[in-house]
């Protein structure tokens, strides 16, 4: 079984998602304010957010890579999830994240995503990363703004409304941007 690397920061742990996460992972995919922005929009069921647990720990053994729960790094609570996605049909290499609706607004998607871009540009030696923001969702692309991501293009995705296209530069130019 291939072994998922822990990643921390100064407040946060990304961890492999598992069994213990499941119940914390199912509220918020049945939070329709978690999922606005997130696939068709619409909230899941117990028995979807366990195939879409499933199919997150999958991409890890196809990939190498994939999301992680994050998680606080004092307590353990489990805030969200952030990592790479690339499944078939994607057009790249993708950059993610969703956080429970009570740890929003706190930085810690920006301290998870920066993490996994580092993770992304030193371990996997990938030639990009990008983020799929779907257009009205200011928040996210505040985000994908503020951790070097650059709007390369809208268009639509997988049938599902525009989307913007940010792409991260690779990580020598991202360090000098933070510098």
């Known amino acids: 079984m291939f072994e998922i690397p822990t990643l921390e920061t100064e407040r946060l742990k990304l961890v492999a998602l598992d069994g213990r996460h499941f119940d914390d992972y199912a509220e918020m995919l049945a939070d329709p304010q978690a999922t606005r922005w997130v696939g068709d929009g619409e909230p899941l069921d117990r028995g979807h957010a366990w195939r879409s647990l499933a199919m997150l720990l999958?991409?890890?053994?196809?990939?190498?890579?994939?999301?992680?729960?994050?998680?606080d790094r004092i307590?353990?609570?489990?805030?969200?999830?952030?990592?790479?996605?690339?499944?078939?049909g994607w057009p790249d290499l993708e950059l993610g994240w969703m956080l429970k609706t009570r740890h929003r607004h706190q930085g810690y998607a920006t301290e998870a995503c920066q993490a996994i871009l580092?993770?992304?540009?030193?371990?996997?030696?990938?030639?990009?990363?990008?983020s799929l923001v779907r257009i009205g969702n200011e928040v996210s692309d505040r985000l994908a703004e503020r951790i070097?991501?650059?709007?390369?293009?809208?268009?639509?995705?997988?049938?599902?409304?525009?989307?913007?296209?940010?792409?991260?530069?690779?990580f020598r130019e991202q360090r000098r941007a933070y510098a």
């Not at 999958?58 to 998680?71: C, T």
């Not at 307590?75 to 078939?88: D, K, Q, S, V």
């Not at 995705?157 to 940010?166: L, Q, R, S």
């Open 58 to 71: 999958g991409h890890w053994q196809l990939r190498g890579y994939g999301m992680w729960a994050i998680e």
């Open 75 to 88: 307590t353990g609570e489990f805030l969200g999830r952030a990592g790479l996605m690339n499944p078939e």
């Open 118 to 130: 580092e993770f992304a540009w030193r371990n996997l030696h990938v030639p990009r990363v990008i």
């Open 148 to 170: 070097g991501g650059e709007h390369i293009e809208d268009r639509d995705f997988c049938g599902c409304h525009n989307h913007v296209f940010a792409y991260y530069p690779p």
